[in-house]
């Protein structure tokens, strides 16, 4: 519907790691390294194409977020 959602998944982990959010029937979970972060309860149209928009809010200055890929 054109809106986003700010999610906390918890304190980012250094190194190369496997981030991963999975649609659910009444949300979406979000994982790290196949492991169970949060989860939040949303709507959205199934025939919609989902977004992603990845950012490191924590102000912290040499912790860069650096993405290889995005699949869906």
Known sequence: NGSTT?????PR????HTY???PT?????????????TTI???FQATVPL???LTD????SGQLLVVDR???
């Open 6 to 10: 700010d999610v906390d998944i918890g």
């Open 13 to 16: 982990p250094t190194g190369f």
């Open 20 to 22: 991963r959010v999975q």
């Open 25 to 37: 029937a009444t949300g979406f979970d979000f994982y790290i390294d196949d492991v169970l972060q």
């Open 41 to 43: 309860a949303a709507t």
């Open 51 to 53: 977004k992603a928009g």
């Open 57 to 60: 809010f924590t102000g912290t």
């Open 70 to 72: 995005v699949v869906f």
